[in-house]
C-alpha cells in the first residue's frame, strides 16, 4: 500500500496550492479519503474528509470556504485545492484513507506546506 503525497511548498499569504495524493496497493473507490494537517507543536488535525463515493465532504471550520477536496477513483488520487492561504496553514500535510466497511487505514507520508506572511 502507498499513499504519495506531492505539490507541497512555500507560498505567500493570499496564494494557493493544490495537493494530491496519489495511492496505490487497495481498492480505492471503496476508502473514504481525508487530508490531516499537523503544525510544529500541536497536534494532528483533520482538515477535510470525501466519502468513498464523493458525494459527502466535510471540513474543518478553520478551512471552510477556502479548501475543497475532490477525488478521481479512475486515477486512484485524492486532491486537496487550498486558496487564500494564512500562515496559519502551515504544517506538514497528510492524505489518509479509511475503509468505508471497517477499522482499515492508511498514511501517506506527509508535505510540507509553509504559508509566509
Known amino acids: 500500500v502507498q499513499l504519495v503525497e506531492s505539490g507541497g511548498g512555500l ?5 494557493s496550492l493544490t ?5 496505490s496497493g487497495f481498492t480505492f473507490s ?5 487530508w490531516f494537517r499537523q503544525a510544529p507543536g500541536r497536534e494532528r488535525e483533520r482538515v ?3 466519502s ?11 478551512v471552510k470556504g477556502r479548501f475543497t477536496i ?5 486515477k486512484n488520487t485524492v486532491y486537496l485545492q487550498m486558496n487564500s492561504l494564512k500562515p496559519e496553514d502551515t504544517a506538514v500535510y497528510f492524505c489518509n484513507a479509511l475503509a ?3 477499522i482499515q487505514q492508511y498514511w501517506g507520508q506527509g508535505i510540507q506546506v509553509a504559508v509566509s506572511s
Open 11 to 15: 507560498v505567500q499569504s493570499g496564494g
Open 30 to 34: 471503496t476508502y473514504h479519503l481525508r
Open 52 to 62: 468513498s463515493s464523493g458525494g459527502m465532504t466535510n471540513y474543518a471550520d478553520s
Open 70 to 74: 475532490s477525488r478521481d477513483n479512475a
Open 19 to 23: 495537493l494530491s495524493c496519489a495511492s
Open 100 to 102: 468505508s466497511r471497517g
Open 48 to 50: 477535510a474528509h470525501i
